[in-house]
């Protein structure tokens, strides 16, 4: 479509999805538009977490953009840095670079005589007609709140800050967290480190990944037959999306007591010792906390230089981690494998909609919008991963695809000229919202455990129904749940 009026248009986040929404909106004839990244460089979480071992845990081929299939991915679920040599190459593909200004965060947005005023670390931006937040949802790394952190002599650091000029052959490493970062982390670190202590707080299911490099004949097949690749994704897409997503929001009990199965079965074959594989079985359901895909953790964990240290940590001292039991894990190197404050959202930003209000003052409950898009009171403010977004269910790319095509039909209603201001109404919110918690209790999230879904008010922050549901709601907005001015 040729976009009637010259819209002026902000991207917050040079990530996956933000980088995606500036090659949709240009395809969509917007030209104004200006993507701010507060890093010097583009790919988000893919730039940010560089640990070892850092691969996708979903398959690659179901991992990429629509519009951009790569018959060459070189395993299964690709290495971070492949992943983030693709989005690099999309980027320069579609010449996504002189649409950013790197090194500038946005600190605020105001909305103010029917635009938004954006301010970024540089000063004003000036008016812009419409803003699209892309700003990821693992995004803040956590530090735990261990007394004595400060006082450690060696190096520490989280995960998403890895120091990639340091050495841990023959070292001593500690890493504190057993999820998806830290699973990965132990398989590629064992082999490497003097000793390695893993600090479990909760154990983790885990499914088994078939892992392995795609070998050239396939890649040459997927390059000759575009066909192919397509029903590899198809055919990916139906496993994770449909078939795993449905059985984690109890829509597909069979699935569910199948991969329940899967656990036990993976947990129970490969894990010798008793004592250990006792340690290592959770006391939740699989699924609550964010299933773990591992190759290679249990196989990991029993080397002879690995622990698996279940002893509650007491503090952090000058020369390593001293647990409850009075014992002090000597260490060079700390890892804090303990993940992200994914409530955070838009956070610190000063979001100012109608009347003034602040963001942080109608979201002091809880994140609240209406389909994960839009919020009641803050116009033309679009949002990839707004809360309530399919965090745990679906391929990232494919969500935010799909929430960006919603914000896309909402932006292309303004650019038509006779609207300039387009929010959902308050009830349609609150009806979203009570739907969402109607829903949410008969999701595995609810069963009970604590996980990166559940805020601090006990709201569950991801979408509690099918793929096809939320495909169904994104295709097309519903315009009787808007007002427009
Ligand atoms: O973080 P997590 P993550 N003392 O929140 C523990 C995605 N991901 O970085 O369970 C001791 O899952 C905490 O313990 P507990 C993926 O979606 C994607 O591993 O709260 N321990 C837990 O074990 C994933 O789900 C890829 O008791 C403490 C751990 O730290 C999400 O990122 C690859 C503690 C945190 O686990 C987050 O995974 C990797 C404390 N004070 C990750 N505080 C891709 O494929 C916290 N913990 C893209």
């Known amino acids: 479509m040729t976009a009637k009026k010259n819209l002026r248009l902000a991207v917050i986040g040079a990530g996956a999805s933000g980088m995606m929404a500036l090659i949709k909106l240009r395809e969509a004839g917007f030209h104004d538009v200006t993507i701010y990244e507060k890093a010097e460089t583009l790919g988000g979480t893919w730039r940010d977490?560089?640990?070892?071992?850092?691969?996708?845990?979903?398959?690659?081929?179901?991992?990429?953009?629509s519009f951009e299939p790569n018959?060459?991915?070189?395993?299964?679920?690709?290495?971070?840095?492949?992943?983030?040599?693709?989005?690099?190459?999309?980027?320069?593909?579609?010449?996504?670079?002189?649409?950013?200004?790197?090194?500038?965060?946005?600190?605020?947005?105001?909305?103010?005589?029917?635009?938004?005023?954006?301010?970024?670390?540089?000063?004003s931006q000036g008016a812009f007609d419409a803003v699209i937040t892309a700003m990821g949802v693992l995004h803040h790394p956590v530090y735990p709140d261990i007394p004595g952190r400060e006082s450690f002599e060696g190096e520490a650091f989280h995960t998403a800050r890895w120091k990639d000029d340091l050495d841990l052959a023959g070292k001593r490493v500690g890493v504190i967290g057993t999820g998806s970062t830290a699973t990965q982390i132990t398989g590629a670190l064992v082999p490497k480190v003097a000793h390695y202590s893993l600090f479990q707080r909760t154990a983790q299911w885990i499914a088994p990944l078939m892992q392995g490099p795609i070998p050239e004949e396939q890649k040459a097949l997927f390059r000759a037959r575009p066909e192919l690749l397509e029903s590899e994704y198809q055919r990916i897409s139906d496993e994770n999306n449909s078939k795993f997503a449905a059985a984690i929001v109890g829509a597909n009990p069979r699935a569910y007591e199948k991969l329940v199965q899967v656990c036990r079965d993976y947990l129970e074959t490969s894990v010798r010792n008793p004592e250990l594989r006792a340690k290592l079985t959770p006391n939740y359901a699989v699924g609550c906390k964010r299933l773990i895909l591992s190759e290679n953790f249990y196989d990991a964990i029993q080397q002879p230089n690995a622990e698996l240290v279940t002893d509650p940590i007491e503090r952090i001292e000058a020369r390593g981690i001293r647990t409850k039991d009075g014992r002090l894990h000597e260490l060079d190197v700390i890892v804090f494998a303990t993940g992200f404050d994914t409530h955070r959202l838009m956070r610190p930003m000063d979001v100012r909609g109608r009347g003034g209000r602040a963001l942080e003052e109608a979201w002091a409950e809880g994140n609240?919008?209406?389909?994960?898009?839009?919020?009641?009171?803050?116009?033309?403010?679009?949002?990839?991963?707004?809360?309530?977004?399919?965090?745990?269910?679906?391929?990232?790319?494919?969500?935010?695809?799909?929430?960006?095509?919603?914000?896309?039909?909402?932006?292309?209603?303004?650019?038509?000229?006779?609207?300039?201001?387009?929010?959902?109404?308050?009830?349609?919110?609150?009806?979203?919202?009570a739907d969402v918690r109607a829903a949410l209790p008969g999701t595995v999230w609810a069963t009970g455990c604590s996980s990166w879904y559940i805020d601090k008010h006990g709201n569950i922050a991801s979408w509690p129904w099918t793929f096809e549901r939320f495909e169904e709601e994104m295709s097309e907005p519903r315009w009787d749940d808007f007002e427009m001015a």
């Open 49 to 65: 977490n560089r640990y070892p071992g850092v691969t996708c845990d979903v398959p690659s081929h179901g991992y990429r953009y």
């Open 71 to 123: 018959p060459d991915w070189s395993r299964v679920c690709a290495p971070g840095s492949e992943i983030l040599d693709y989005l690099k190459a999309v980027a320069r593909k579609y010449d996504v670079e002189r649409s950013i200004r790197f090194g500038e965060e946005v600190t605020r947005a105001i909305w103010q005589d029917g635009k938004w005023q954006v301010e970024t670390t540089s000063g």
């Open 368 to 433: 609240q919008g209406y389909l994960a898009v839009t919020v009641p009171g803050f116009p033309n403010w679009f949002m990839i991963g707004g809360p309530n977004s399919p965090i745990g269910n679906f391929s990232w790319l494919l969500t935010a695809e799909n929430q960006f095509g919603y914000a896309l039909r909402l932006i292309e209603r303004l650019a038509r000229g006779n609207v300039s201001e387009i929010a959902p109404k308050r009830e349609a919110a609150e009806r979203f919202n």
